[in-house]
Structure formats: C-alpha cells, structure tokens
C-alpha cells in the first residue's frame, strides 16, 4: 500500500483501528517527517533510531546543561570583628594551625629577593611551622589556676638554691623524647645522669684522695661536681639503679682502710701532705724554741693565718708543679712566716 493512501484513509475513516496498526501509522508519520509534536519526534528518535556515529564524517551537537554558577559574598576576616579586650584562650584554645583571618598581627614570613615577605595571608611557611599561640601568659595562668587544686603548698625551708642543694644534693638527669615514628620508644631515653658536689659527702683525705682516684676525670675540682652517666642498661629506671649503686660503692669503697696502706711511707704517698712531711716537725721546733715540748705550740699555730697561708704554699709547690705563681706564693708566705717580710 502507498504512503500517502495509508495516512489518507487513516485520516478520513471513522474506523477505530487496532493497537499494532495505530503503532505502524505512527512509526510511518515518524519516518516520513509528519509529526507534528517536535519534543515527541526528538523521543522516538532517541529511542528507536539512534545515530550511528563515525569520528570525522558526522557531527552530533551535545546539549550540555549549564551549571549554573552560584556566587556566595565573602565574609570579612575575624580579627576585624574582633574587640580590643577579646579573650585570646576562647579564641585559641589549644595548638593548631596557623589561621591568618584569626590572628590580629601583621606577620610576614619567608624571603623574596625582590619583594618584602609575603603575608600571613596565603603563606605556607606560616602554616608550616609550630606556634605557640594557645601558650600565651593568660592562657598559662589559666591552666594553673585550674591545677591548682592538685597541687600541695611549697615545703617551708626550701627557699632560696643553697637550701635547696642541702636538702637534696643529688641532681638526677633524664629525657624523654616524642616525635613522629612507629614506635614511642626511643633509645637514648635510657640514658640517666646524677649530679652532687664532692663538699657534701663526709670524707676525710685519705676518703677524698681515694674517692678521687676512683672516680677520675668525672670530677670537676673548678665547680666541685661529680657526674655519673649510665646508660648500659636497656631501661632508664635500670640505668636509675645502677647510678645510685655506682656512687653508694664509690662512698664505701673510699672509707675501707687496707692493711698494705699502713705499709706507705711518705715517699710511697700519691700527693704531698705538709703535716705528715719533716719539714712539719722542723716548723714546730722553731716555733717552740728554746722549748722542746712541741704539743701545745701545734694547737696554737693552726689557728695562725700566716702558718695556713704557708701551708697552702708549700702543698700547691708540691702538688701542682713549679711554676712562676706557685713559686711567687712560696716566696711570699717564707718570708712573711721567718721574717716578717710583705712582698705586696
């Protein structure tokens, strides 16, 4: 049958035509052009007669739906807002980043050879780096006043460093360390150091020599301090130990008397000792003469100023080594003490 008798009698007949023929009388107004709703056309299109399209020999136009583009007003930074008296912990209450529009301070940071630093505004290296803003003097006396509470008072006698180093002579040293790693631990957290000045512990010379010898170069004689560092033992309440069973062996040991020592004659002694050396005696007897009895003359000249300053001279001599100022000092203290003499 021909088209155009086909669409002639489908309009002209007052017939009621069955479902499938009405669906070929539309798909045949669809093909010959003749519809005359376009946005159904467009539908039939797409979903009985796709295109088939050939890169470079056809071109299909694509409607794309414009998003529409929303514009939002921005917001004035917060330290213009902010009063002159704002309270700074409500506004930084703890550590975070660096936040420019937060922060009421004209900060520059980083280098340019051309130009001044740039801003806080936009600055990486700002954000790069640690602040301290949540630790500000407010801030800090806030957190003590709240733990205040937990604490106790400040024991009474503990005033002033010189009561502080009587009560508590040892100085205990450690570290602890916190950094970015998959364990928490770290090694040289092991490591304890005491601290004590020598002057506190009860020592006679013959204690302090041995003590001396046994600690060796641990021993500052400028500031009178021992140091002890362990740090052998894995642990650092280990390495705690071992550093007070270290200096408690060190103060016994330098007490025990040995029978050789008793052996030791003066030339056999590490250091010089006036009052154990002749020439103590001799000083006795010329103090006493023309009396022989030289007991009671030796409680008085050790309260003498010029016999202690020629005992100091004469030990630095022997001790220390001849040199031009242990040599000045011997000469001075000798003439003073046998003829009364004042070089300076």
Request: glycine share 4%; hydrophobic share 30%.
């Amino acid at each position: 049958m021909n088209v155009a008798k086909l669409l002639k009698f489908s309009r002209c007949s007052p017939l009621h035509f069955s479902p499938s023929y009405s669906h070929s009388s539309f798909r045949l107004q669809h093909a010959t052009g003749t519809s005359s709703n376009p946005q159904e056309a467009d539908k039939f299109q797409e979903d009985e007669f796709r295109v088939f399209v050939i890169p470079g020999k056809n071109s299909v136009t694509e409607k794309r739906q414009e998003r529409r583009k929303l514009k939002f007003k921005a917001q004035p930074p917060r330290y213009l807002k902010m009063p002159v008296d704002q309270d700074w912990t409500s506004v930084w209450p703890g550590p975070r980043t660096f936040h420019p529009a937060v922060v009421p301070l004209p900060l520059r940071q980083g280098y340019d050879k051309k130009r001044v630093a740039q801003g806080k505004f936009g600055n990486a290296e700002l954000m790069k780096v640690p602040n301290f803003l949540h630790l500000t003097p407010p801030a800090i006396k806030k957190h003590c006043d709240a733990i205040r509470k937990f604490c106790t008072p400040w024991p009474q006698g503990l005033e002033t460093e010189m009561q502080m180093e009587k009560h508590f002579p040892i100085t205990v040293i450690t570290s602890d360390y916190c950094h970015s790693s998959p364990t928490i631990r770290d090694i040289k957290a092991r490591i304890v150091t005491i601290k004590l000045k020598l002057s506190t512990l009860e020592l006679d010379d013959h204690a302090r020599d041995k003590f001396l010898r046994l600690v060796g170069d641990r021993y500052n004689p400028k500031t009178d301090v021992l140091t002890i560092v362990t740090d052998r033992c894995p642990m650092k309440k280990q390495n705690y130990d071992y550093c007070m069973y270290v200096l408690t062996a060190l103060f016994h040991e330098s007490w025990t008397f040995e029978e050789w020592e008793k052996e030791k004659s003066t030339l056999d002694m590490e250091y010089y000792e006036w009052k154990d050396h002749p020439s103590y005696q001799t000083y006795l007897k010329l103090k006493a003469y023309p009396s022989q009895d030289t007991s009671n003359i030796e409680q008085e000249i050790g309260q003498d100023p010029l016999t202690q300053k020629y005992s100091k001279a004469v030990t630095d001599l022997f001790n220390q080594g001849e040199d031009v100022y242990t040599l000045a000092r011997y000469k001075e203290a000798t003439l003073e003490l046998l003829l009364g003499q004042k070089t300076s």
